[in-house]
């Protein structure tokens, strides 16, 4: 079954610690997204890269950092620069035709220890 | 540049009573919309797209949009509404211009189906 998969599912992370969301597709998608999601609220880009070893900053990536060394891979890491983790962290993927839509993982909750 | 926009946070409907969610975009070029629905702590489930062609397009779980060009409008409608649509949808156009990979998504809107 092709699909996205993120784990892990609840992650704590304690201050000043740097922490790792993995974000695997097999879906055979170029592009792939970054998405943070407070409670009750819609979704912001934080990320997104369109093929291997390239990546744009979305809307608010201060405090994230994100590689792309595989198609496959798009492993997020939340820094100690970012004050406000807390949240629920979604990936995407989409092909590359105009019509394709986007296809979301199950997401990881964040929060702080 | 492009948006969307959902103008309404909360939707409420009777169970088996028609339900529309309302959608408004503004792009350059013609636009490549998409309808989500996401349940408590899970991930977006796509629901539908207008790509071209028919203005009204059906998808998933009997779940249908009307596309209008003049009114830039994709409202999201469904003949009769079940309890378990109750979640989270949410409207999204992707770039049709030099962007083509960036999707910009509205904010939302809570429909409450009640039985």
């Known amino acids: 079954d092709g699909g996205i998969t993120q784990s892990p599912k609840y992650l704590f992370r304690k201050e000043g610690q740097n922490v790792t969301l993995s974000c695997e597709q097999n879906l055979n998608h170029d592009a792939m997204y970054w998405y943070r999601q407070d409670p009750g609220q819609g979704l912001r880009l934080i990320y997104y890269?369109?093929?291997?070893?390239?990546?744009q900053k979305g809307d608010i990536a201060e405090g994230y950092s994100v590689s792309r060394e595989k198609k496959e891979s798009f492993p997020l890491t939340v820094t100690s620069a970012q004050k406000n983790p807390t949240a629920f962290y979604l990936c995407?993927?989409?092909?590359?035709?105009?019509?394709?839509?986007?296809?979301f993982g199950d997401g990881t909750r964040l929060s702080i220890l | 540049a492009q948006s969307v926009a959902q103008p309404e946070d909360q939707v409420n409907v009777a169970e088996g009573n028609p339900l529309t969610v309302k959608c408004t975009y503004s792009?350059?070029?013609?636009?490549?919309l998409f309808w989500y629905v996401q349940y408590p702590n899970r991930g977006l489930q796509f629901l539908l797209k207008y790509i071209t062609g028919d203005n009204l397009v059906k998808g998933s779980y009997g779940f249908e949009a009307e596309f209008n060009k003049s009114q830039t409008s994709f409202h999201l409608k469904k003949p009769s509404a079940l309890v378990s649509d109750s979640a989270l949808y949410f409207c999204a156009v992707r770039d049709p211009g030099g962007n083509f990979n960036k999707f910009y998504f509205g904010s939302g809107t809570k429909l409450n189906v009640k039985p």
């Open positions: 792009v350059s070029g013609n636009p490549y």
């Open positions: 890269s369109q093929i291997v070893n390239d990546f």
């Open positions: 995407a993927s989409s092909g590359q035709g105009g019509g394709q839509p986007q296809h």
